[in-house]
Every structure is written in structure tokens, then in C-alpha cells.
């Protein structure tokens, strides 16, 4: 065999080889985002092209997890208003720092929750200064409290529809904070971690005060869609992992 001859040979073997290796790569770990979510959780990008996520809590974690699966990440961005719509169509295979009330009897149809909770945060309400400070439900009567569109708040949700309270909506919670700052609401949701990141990244929001009232203590999990090709318990034992080895705390460390 010449040497021409051989070399062609070797290319084309190698061309095989890494076809191969291609077809046998893992498919990627597509993780559901919804655009509601900010900082610390998720840094989008809302630029003139579609929004990626490009930082926060979320997408450090999704990275974590697919490479403990040896996975490449793939984040898919969606409004919240279409979550709904996304779990019955599939198309992806978690969706992370989620908790079983948010969803209705009908979604869990379509999706099934990883076992062991990631973190809890705590809700509380925010408002201007000089505001009534609230300590007991009751007293949000015939308020407007600001909430970002397509959330779900089991403790509030029963007033809103009742006509007890009045909705403010906000497209997220980044949104939600500066609306309240500018006292388009009387009082608003938002959990304590968020507050925390908001008021040491934003002066603007450093003249809100929280009130007593605990408006929620949740955990959060990951959970998986049905149809997903990875199997409940490898991601599961993916999570475990994670967690054993302090991964999530080191990345919240991130963001505190």
C-alpha cells in the first residue's frame, strides 16, 4: 500500500471513529426555565433575539447536574403562562427549584418529583416605609399585593379569587421590586433570598422593609417530565450526589 493510499485509510478510519463516538455521545440534559425567575436564580438576557439564560442559581445547578450525567446542559427558556401547556408536549427533562403546589392534580399526569428537596426558601412581604407593617393575614384585607403573573401562592390565591385582595402583576421578580418601590402595590411577594440579592445589587430597593407575616416556607425540587429518556432514579442518584458533596451550597454561596 502506498503511502498515499494509507493515509487515506487512516483519515477515513479516524472519520469513522469519531462518527461513532458522536452516535454514542449521551443527548443532552434539557433543563425548562421559565422567564419569571431572576437573580439569584436566573440571569436572562432579554435581548432582541430569544432570552438565554446565562447565570444564577438554575444554570449553575443545570450545568452540575448534566455533567454529573455526563450530559452537556441544554436550558430551554419558557413564559411561565406555557408551562403548563410544555409538561403535557414534553420536550424536555427536568425542571428544577419547583414545588408540588405550584401544579395542579392534572400536571402530575405528566411529570413525577426527584425525592429529596434542594433547599426551602421563605416568602415574606415587602413594602414602602410607612406602610402598616402586617402580621396577620386579616390584614391585607382589600389590599393590592404585587405577584409576578403565572405564579401560584396557595395562602394568597383563596383571597385574590374571593376579591379580598387585588393583583398587581409583575412579568418577574425583579420587576416585582421595582414596581413596589415605586408604590405601584401595596405590599408585595417575594422570597427572603431574592430580597437579600435585589437589595445588596440595587439601591433602589433598599428603602423596602419586609413585614412579620411569613406568607410561605416551601421546598424545592426538581422534577421530571414523563416522557423524559432519563430514567427518575439515575437522576435522582445524580442529585444525591450533588448534594452529598456540597455542591448546591457552594453554588448558593455564589449568590448570598
Excluded: K
Amino acid at each position: 500500500m502506498g503511502a498515499w493510499a494509507a493515509r487515506a485509510c487512516t483519515l477515513a478510519i479516524l472519520a469513522l471513529s469519531l462518527s461513532l463516538a458522536a452516535e454514542a455521545a449521551a443527548p443532552p440534559l434539557r433543563l425548562l426555565v421559565t422567564t419569571g425567575a431572576s437573580l439569584p436564580f436566573a440571569d436572562i438576557s432579554q435581548g432582541s433575539g430569544e432570552a438565554r439564560l446565562q447565570g444564577g442559581i438554575i444554570h449553575d445547578w443545570g450545568l452540575a447536574l448534566a455533567q454529573r450525567l455526563g450530559r452537556e446542559a441544554r436550558f430551554l427558556l419558557m413564559p411561565t403562562r406555557r408551562v403548563g401547556q410544555q409538561l403535557r408536549e414534553g420536550g424536555f427533562d427536568v425542571q428544577c427549584f419547583e414545588n408540588p403546589q405550584w401544579y395542579s392534580a392534572q400536571d402530575e399526569a405528566w411529570i413525577e418529583w426527584l425525592p429529596r428537596p434542594l433547599m426551602e426558601v421563605v416568602e415574606e412581604l415587602v413594602s414602602l416605609p410607612g406602610t402598616p407593617l402586617v402580621r396577620h393575614l386579616e390584614q391585607l384585607q382589600g389590599r393590592t399585593v404585587g405577584v409576578v403573573t403565572g405564579y401560584r401562592y396557595p395562602l394568597l390565591d383563596p383571597l385574590f379569587e374571593a376579591g379580598r385582595l387585588e393583583r398587581s402583576l409583575a412579568h418577574n421578580e425583579g420587576r416585582l421590586l421595582l414596581m413596589q418601590s415605586l408604590g405601584r402595590a401595596d405590599y408585595s411577594v417575594i422570597s427572603h433570598l431574592q430580597f437579600a440579592y435585589a437589595r445588596a445589587h440595587d439601591p433602589r430597593l433598599r428603602i423596602l422593609v419586609t413585614s412579620p407575616l411569613e406568607v410561605s416556607r416551601t421546598a424545592l425540587y426538581c422534577l421530571r417530565q414523563r416522557s423524559s429518556p432519563i430514567p427518575l432514579s439515575e437522576l435522582a442518584s445524580a442529585q444525591q450526589a450533588l448534594l452529598s458533596e456540597g455542591r448546591l451550597e457552594e453554588i448558593l454561596r455564589r449568590y448570598r
